[in-house]
Nanobody
Framework: QVQLVESGGGSVQAGGSLRLSCAAS????????MGWFRQAPGKEREGVAA????????YYDDSVKGRFTISRDLAENTVYLQMNSLKPEDTAMFYC?????????????????WGQGTQVTVSA
């Protein structure tokens, strides 16, 4: 049984930092893509970053380039999202996802497994 468990969300002021973790069980983070998505109230879930094929391919949405860093610990089978210089518009529920092919790293429907989400709130 595959489980993805996110942690690390919270409330910060603009300019602050948070580090999200996604611990995977029953699924190897080496396989295909592990992605981070976010969903703000009233908006669609959007791809933020992905790390694919064990780390050989890393992708970011333009809105987070230079501020967010995705990484993985193969020994811990965990993927991280370091978020710096947070903005109020980053406020959302963040989800970890697994299983999309590389070319579909940003396509929500191509991911097979999802975590329960962790809330990130950034105040001005």
């Amino acid at each position: 049984q595959v489980q993805l468990v996110e942690s690390g969300g919270g409330s910060v002021q603009a300019g602050g930092s948070l580090r999200l973790s996604c611990a995977a069980s029953g699924y190897s983070v080496r396989v295909n893509c592990m992605g981070w998505f976010r969903q703000a109230p009233g908006k669609e879930r959007e791809g933020v970053a992905a790390i694919c094929l064990g780390g050989g391919n890393i992708y970011y949405d333009d809105s987070v380039k230079g501020r967010f860093t995705i990484s993985r610990d193969l020994a811990e089978n965990t993927v991280y999202l370091q978020m710096n210089s947070l903005k109020p518009e980053d406020t959302a529920m963040f989800y970890c996802a697994a299983g999309a092919p590389v070319v579909f790293w940003k396509t929500r429907t191509k991911y097979i497994y999802w975590g329960q989400g962790t809330q990130v709130t950034v105040s001005a």
